[in-house]
């Protein structure tokens, strides 16, 4: 038998992940919320892969009670990702993998683009989407990682806090209302060469986000976390003395509805 895969939050997308590590060999262990990490440690020690699943918001609490032994074994899959999400919490090299797909309750997959997958367990987190014919592909250096991680972060963020004022879906965001989205686009860069410390190509970015506009242009802009995203994305910006003055437009339109 191959070794078990350890797969923290079972979600959506953490299942998609369980039923393909089942469907290559590997038995799956899922955590949940109410079972203790450090007891699932000693019953599994030595898995073959950690994915952690979790949203977003329960990223930095679930990394930082993670057992040592298992940082070595770490994939991360979430959105808003860079690198110095884990880096603080001592995991110095985890496998990554840029999520473009969608997985709703009562649906099949939806593929946006092909998922990049970096890092030291690429390959079996690769064999688990090619068993479900995800479309993914390797990246095998930390740049092309962060590359596709800011690439996603333009993604998500432009299309979910411009869709905060337009609704629609991407094609017509930028069919419509480019201005408004070029806008908001250059406050995401600033504020992502403030959390990765570098300077990034603006211009190559946002063609790499139209790319996955044209992917599914009838993928929706506004979800249910676009406020939270907003919200976000405003205090990081406060905190690092960041203009981004059409994000703050858009959130003082939104105070002014209520």
């Known amino acids: 038998m191959k070794d078990p895969v350890v797969i923290i939050g079972i979600g959506e997308i953490g299942a998609v992940f369980a039923r393909g590590m089942l469907r ?32 977003e918001a329960d990223l930095h609490a679930t990394l930082a009670e993670l057992p040592d032994p298992w940082k070595q074994r770490l994939a991360l899959i979430q959105n808003e990702l860079l690198p110095a999400d884990w880096e603080r919490y001592a995991v110095a090299d985890p496998s990554v ?11 099949d997959v939806k593929v946006v683009v092909p998922s990049p997958i970096y890092g030291a367990h690429a390959g079996l987190l690769a064999a688990s989407l090619d068993v479900l014919d995800i479309p993914n ?6 740049d092309q990682l962060l590359f596709e991680l800011v690439r996603k972060n333009y993604y998500i963020l432009v299309s979910n806090i ?20 070029r806008a908001v686009a250059l406050d995401v ?31 929706k802009c506004m979800g249910r976390s676009a406020p939270a995203r907003l919200q976000r994305a405003l205090q990081m910006a406060d905190e690092a003395g960041l203009a981004v003055p059409t994000l703050r437009g858009i959130a003082a339109a939104r105070t002014a509805k209520k």
């Open 137 to 142: 592909y390797l990246v095998h250096d930390r």
């Open 24 to 55: 290559t060999g590997h038995p799956v262990y899922p955590i949940t919320r109410d079972m203790d990490i450090a007891l699932e440690l000693r019953r599994i020690p030595e898995p073959a892969l950690v994915i952690l699943a979790v949203g």
């Open 189 to 219: 860069h600033a504020l992502q060469e403030h959390l990765t410390g570098i300077r990034l190509e603006h211009e190559e970015l946002l063609q790499a986000m139209l790319v996955a506009f044209e992917g599914d242009p009838e993928h």
């Open 162 to 181: 411009a869709g905060l004022e337009t609704g629609g879906n991407v094609r017509e965001l930028w069919d419509n209302h480019e201005s408004l989205a």
């Open 97 to 107: 993998i840029s999520v473009w797909f969608e997985k709703k309750q009562g649906q």
